[in-house]
């Protein structure tokens, strides 16, 4: 049994209140004071939470772009510098090996941020494609997992920008584009200050370095509670997430399954020009014709779906498929899920019924994302 | 938490209380606790026969469904049609309006091996 591992926060969480469990093998906040309170505060509000157990992996080198175009879906050469994009990274058979954001720090500098629950995998994959690619006698580059070295907080919601305004610093926040990246200082610390998120809100992830994320954290806290800001759990990351539809490793994502079947297919290039992993095997699946989907659908019936539960057919005669996530929706106030199902029959406004402990109760296959924010930024 | 000493609580975290010749039930203060926000409840039918120690019904937070217990056999008398429309009264009041089911008792002695309310705060205290 590995060491269960605790972030630079831990002591913060357990401060706050926060229930802390076991996640994926790090003990996490799964709620402060309460999910959908948590949930509400940042859809209307600010939300901060602590995501410390991301991975990160730092590319710096000539190659590094080449490398990175080799090992991702997406066309990599498309990343501007102070740009972040989101990829995915599959095995020879076209399966997921992970789904993650990658920021062009520098012309020749590109930091990658994977799931927590991949961080070993994914970082062999990447020394195995390194060599299988010709290793440093064909790639000037060097790789570095920094996941260790970096903090990594979500501040959240529409308030986000003005109490980021509210601390002391140097960073230009308003003119930060959704998907930019930058760095400066905030609250005396230096920082990488992204515009990405994981909640279909406006929002920032801000990379600090280990020994000074408790600084940030509660400068934020200080400066956003105030105006309506709660720190917020896992469980409200998951409930926002799933209200925008983003895909999560682990359930949505897995080995088995291509991106052109998991809503993936628009950061995947297979035309970039570049025989990247996966890359003919995907073809191969498009070729054959993709059969399956992920479908988001919302409950008629009175019942919450959850991950594993079947889904059948309008009739309920024939099972077509799973849920992969599902829970109550705070913002709806109803409960959704995604389901991995056969694609015929399961496009927006198809009945499908979702078996939940033992009866088969009617859904309706909807259009996602479930929500959708108000305002610009 | 001090428990209210007027009934008899189960290892499950189900409080039942006399009630003329009824038995009301539901979860505790601790049970809701644990469990957070609750969004979902699903109770037997009024008429339906229960018997002690089975699932008998679903209680779900935001997070994930957890059974209902049956404290004691019994007959389904009532159900609280209230909690149902509005599963986050378990939250606020766990032991008065956040009731589940009343039930006909067919084994009186059942109640009498249920924990009482020090038993029981000494119970949740070790977990």
């Known amino acids: 049994m590995a060491e269960i591992k605790k972030t630079a926060l831990f002591d913060a969480h357990q401060k706050l209140g926060g229930r802390l469990i ?24 600010a939300g901060l939470f602590d995501v410390s157990h991301m ?10 772009e080449k490398f990175l175009n080799l090992i991702c879906t997406n066309d990599v050469t498309k990343a501007q510098t102070g740009k972040a994009m989101y990829t995915a990274m599959c095995n020879d058979r076209g399966g997921i090996v992970d789904d993650l954001i ?8 590109y930091l990658m941020v994977v799931n927590a629950s991949n961080i070993q995998k994914d970082w062999s994959h990447i020394q195995k494609e390194f060599e299988k690619r010709g290793g440093t006698a064909n790639l000037n580059l060097t790789l570095k997992d920094e996941s260790s070295s970096w903090g990594l907080l979500a501040l959240q919601g529409r308030l986000s920008a003005k109490i980021i305004e509210g601390l002391s610093g140097n960073l230009d926040v308003k003119s930060l584009a959704p998907f930019a990246c930058t760095s400066g200082r905030m609250a005396g610390v230096d920082v990488t200050l992204a515009r990405t998120g994981y909640t279909g809100e406006d929002g920032f992830e801000i990379f600090v370095p280990v020994s000074q994320v408790v600084s940030v954290w509660e400068a934020l806290l200080e400066a956003g509670i105030p105006q309506g800001l709660e720190p917020c759990g896992l469980g409200a990351r998951d409930t926002l997430r799933l209200e925008m539809a983003y895909a999560l490793y682990g359930h949505e994502l897995n080995e088995d399954r291509s991106p052109l079947e998991t809503g993936l297919a628009w950061v995947t290039r297979l035309e970039k020009g570049v025989d990247f992993t996966g890359r003919a095997a995907i ?35 024939k099972q077509i498929g799973q849920v992969t996530s599902g829970s109550h929706s705070p913002t709806l106030g109803q409960a959704i899920g995604l389901a991995f199902v056969d694609k015929s029959g399961t496009e927006p406004g198809s009945e499908i019924r979702i078996g939940i402990r033992g009866k088969n109760l009617t859904a309706e296959v909807v259009k ?10 | 938490m001090m428990y209210p000493d007027d009934r008899k609580y189960s290892e499950e975290h189900e409080w039942a209380m006399e009630e003329g010749d009824l038995l009301v039930i539901g979860i505790t203060e601790h049970a809701q606790t644990s469990l957070g926000d609750i969004v979902f409840v699903e109770l037997p039918e009024a008429g339906s026969d229960i018997v002690s120690g089975d699932s008998i019904g679903v209680i779900e937070s935001v ?44 084994d009186p002695s059942e109640l009498e ?3 009482d309310a020090s038993a029981y705060g000494e119970f949740v205290k070790d977990l």
Not at chain 1, 301 to 310: A, L, V
Not at chain 1, 368 to 377: E, I
């Open chain 1, 22 to 45: 076991d996640f994926g093998g790090w003990m996490l906040p799964v709620q402060y004071k309460g999910v959908l309170q948590e949930h509400q505060a940042c859809r209307e509000k």
């Open chain 1, 55 to 64: 991975g990160e992996f730092l590319l710096e080198g000539p190659d590094a």
């Open chain 1, 102 to 109: 990658f920021y062009r720090l520098a012309p020749e500098k």
């Open chain 1, 283 to 317: 073809e191969a699946k498009k070729s054959a014709g993709v059969t399956r989907c992920l479908a988001g659908f919302r409950m008629i019936e009175r019942g919450i779906p959850r991950e594993g539960y079947p889904v059948f057919d309008a009739e309920g005669l």
């Open chain 1, 368 to 377: 996602t994302p479930f929500y959708r924010r108000s305002y610009q930024t």
């Open chain 2, 63 to 106: 997070k994930a469904a957890s059974d209902f217990y049956a404290p004691i056999s019994g007959s389904v008398e009532e159900i609280n049609q209230a909690v149902v429309d509005d599963p986050a009264m378990i939250n606020r009041d766990p032991h008065a309006d956040g009731w589940l089911i009343k039930v006909k008792s067919s």
């Open chain 2, 113 to 115: 091996s249920l924990m």
